[in-house]
């Protein structure tokens, strides 16, 4: 079966069997032409696969593919690792910083790592400490603790975020919606640590960011203290302190 329909890495390997360049828009069409004297009995990935046998090109194709496929897997792999890793020894760290907006922009590439880990993994921190300008104590949810909430109280509907391009920056939206009360709120997210992860990294973060942004607001305060309560009598909770 062929995993995959993708024109130029065909036109690649009918240039490396054939040695004669043949471009993917041409390809294109002769699988269209396939198609289409098939009378609707083939689709197009099925037109594409009888268009690479015809010319003895499947098996190469599919090497290809699977090695590729392989190749990204196991970078996500590592990726993720190292995620969770860190996310473990987040629990024995103090971070320290020059002022609350360092802090600020610290927990929010603290709440990137722990993105990346599944949401079973149990031991990640549920929150923050940090002391605001006036010198006060503070305490916020991760991502972690946010996620516990929301399940806490339940009846929370997550719609699939959506990216929109702005001034050349992309944008993820999301809509959650209380059930219960019928309450819908938006959130957005833009930024993300810059070479940090790759594109296919880029979109699950802004993604998850956007619903945590929306979960912030939606979440009743309630189920947001149970959450902090709990953080404190685990002492799960990253301490940020300044330099």
């Known amino acids: 079966m062929c995993i995959e329909v993708n024109y130029s890495v065909a036109s690649m390997i009918h240039k490396k069997v054939y040695g004669v360049e043949i471009k993917p828009e041409q390809i294109k069409e002769q699988v269209k032409k396939i198609q289409a004297e098939s009378s609707g009995l083939l689709n197009e990935k099925g037109a594409f696969r009888m268009w690479l046998k015809e010319l003895n090109l499947d098996k190469e194709y599919d090497n290809f593919v699977s090695q590729k496929s392989n190749k990204n897997q196991n970078e996500k792999g590592e990726i993720m690792t190292k995620a969770s890793d860190e996310a473990v020894k987040l629990l024995q760290k103090q971070i320290t910083v020059e002022s609350e907006d360092d802090a600020i922009m610290a927990m929010d590439n603290l709440d990137e790592d722990l993105i990346l880990i599944e949401e079973a993994y149990e031991d990640l921190p549920l929150a923050y400490t940090y002391k605001d300008r006036n010198g006060k104590e503070k305490m916020i949810l991760s991502w972690a603790g946010i996620v516990k909430a929301m399940r806490l109280q339940g009846n929370i509907e997550v719609e699939p975020p959506e990216f929109k391009e702005v001034s050349g920056k992309i944008i993820a939206v999301c809509r959650v919606r209380d059930l219960k009360r019928n309450i819908t709120m938006i959130g957005t997210a833009e930024r ?52």
Not at 211 to 221: C, D, F, S, W
Not at 232 to 238: A, E, T
């Open 192 to 243: 993300i640590s810059p070479g940090k992860m790759g594109e296919e990294f880029k979109y699950t973060v802004l993604a998850s960011k956007a619903i945590r942004n929306a979960l912030k607001h939606i979440i009743e305060p309630i189920y947001l203290h149970k959450v902090l309560a709990e953080a404190k009598k685990r002492r799960s909770y990253v301490i940020i302190s300044y330099g």
